[in-house]
């Protein structure tokens, strides 16, 4: 049984997975208790694709910049110095001034800072900020999602485990009749009223029981080892699962269908998508727009040589001005690009509505495997007590030799049927509530 405190537990889950605040259970080589709060806390920590997953919202989030999005100024400095040899001849009118000389030497120095900013395009800076901001959403949205789907295989793997014990459970307890049977009937060959066939079919019958048991037992080790492998622990780990199936009865159709639509995170990424989408088409509209900036920046250059007509030239000093980018013709690209970003727009609705038919069909589906189990487990309950009662009540009619081998037998087999059907049916109906909290997002919150 889950209690309030464990409930609690698993319900911060979503947000340990911002902070990385999961405590991590160790397991060592004795026995550890494992819960389903713990269990879905190591899956979560543990888990490479939630890694990964949290991986894109850090990109997405240092993404989500004004200056990624092109709306800060573009600062860059630059310089050159570099040394030249040359051969010189000039020839002047007065020919005394002519001069010839090799290997003279020249130093020229530039640097430079340069800046530029957008002022005007259509408003594509502030759309692609928005569009930034609409990734980091829906990269959390498939971070919940991720989170979500493990929670829910982990939750069904913990409750098979569950299961299949409890059916071991009930063949222990079959086993236990068969030994009783088998002590009434040695008792009875003491006395020389049972014969040795009643014996032999006796420990048989017992054999039987406990063949059947370890075979269950394998089914339990097994699904220990699936639990282990999904939390990604050491397979081999040893660990104990103590806990019952209690099913809540009281979830709503109407409550899960309109959760679909409003907190499911699968939807709720579609959602951001269509807006993304919407946001790309207006970016590539405004690429039609001119595009007004601003430069400013500061020169130095000096050119210094060792002959020739000008020894030294310097001249330095801070520009400013706008430049005007206006596109003309580029062969339709940018509005064919917008028309394909508008078609996009509508694919992203399409795609959100398929999804919520099918969330939709499927909760619809698995409310109604809910409800139908709900309506068995009474009965499913009622006949389990009864041939529980019924198995003792053959039992002592045995050792009053009121009843036959084939009686108890028949008890047994109706007594193993009823445990068996009871924890399927639990089961089933404890899978229908998670499947339908899992679409709904209730599964954390």
């Not at 690009?337 to 999804?355: C, F």
């Amino acid at each position: 049984m889950i209690n309030t405190s464990m409930k609690t537990g698993l319900f911060r889950i979503v947000g340990f997975l911002f902070t990385g605040g999961l405590p991590a259970m160790q397991l060592c080589a004795q026995t550890a208790t494992l819960t389903l709060p713990d269990a879905v806390q190591i899956a979560l920590k543990n888990n490479l694709g939630i890694q990964l997953a949290k991986n894109n919202v850090t990109i997405a989030g240092i993404a989500n910049d004004y200056g990624y999005a092109g709306g800060l100024p573009v600062v860059s400095a630059t310089a050159t110095n570099q040394e030249q040899a040359t051969s010189l001849k000039q020839q002047y009118a007065n020919p005394a001034n002519n001069k010839s000389s090799n290997n003279a030497f020249s130093n020229s120095l530039s640097a430079s800072v340069n800046g530029s900013m957008l002022l005007y395009n259509d408003g594509r800076i502030a759309t692609a900020k928005k569009r930034l901001g609409s990734v980091e959403a829906q990269t959390r949205q498939v971070l919940s999602s991720r989170a979500l789907v493990l929670i829910n295989n982990v939750t069904l793997k913990y409750y098979d485990i569950v299961r299949q014990q409890s059916y071991a459970r009930t063949l222990q307890r079959s086993i236990d009749a068969s030994q009783q049977r088998l002590d009434i009937v040695k008792a009875q060959q003491n006395v020389g009223v049972a014969n040795n066939a009643d014996l032999f079919q006796s420990q048989v019958d017992l054999n039987t029981q406990v063949q059947n048991l370890q075979a269950q037992q394998l089914v339990v080790d097994q699904g220990k080892t699936d639990l282990l492998t999904l939390l990604t622990l050491n397979p081999d780990s040893a660990i104990s699962v103590e806990d019952t199936i209690i099913v809540d009865s009281s979830i709503q159709l109407g409550v899960i269908l309109s959760a679909v639509q409003s907190a499911n995170p699968d939807v709720l990424a579609a959602d951001e998508q269509i807006t993304i989408s919407k946001y790309i088409q207006r970016e590539t509209g405004a690429l039609r727009y001119p595009s007004l900036y601003v430069n400013a920046g500061y020169n130095y250059n000096r050119t210094k040589n060792s002959e020739g007509f000008s020894l030294l030239n310097l001249n330095y000093g801070p520009y400013a001005g706008v430049s005007l980018n206006v596109p003309i013709f580029n062969g339709g690209i940018y509005k064919r690009q917008e028309r394909i970003a508008g078609v996009n727009v509508k694919n992203a609705q399409l795609t959100r509505d398929t999804l919520v038919l099918n969330y939709t069909s499927n909760a619809v589906r698995n409310w109604q495997a809910y409800n139908n189990n709900l309506k068995q487990l009474q009965t499913a309950k009622a006949n389990y007590d009864l041939s529980q009662k019924l198995l003792n009540l053959v039992l002592q009619r045995f050792q009053l030799r009121q009843a036959t081998i084939v009686d108890v037998k028949n008890a047994q087999q109706s007594f193993e049927n009823a445990g068996y059907i009871l924890i399927n049916v639990s089961f089933a109906a404890k899978s229908a509530e998670v499947q339908l909290r899992r679409y709904a997002n209730q599964l954390t919150n």
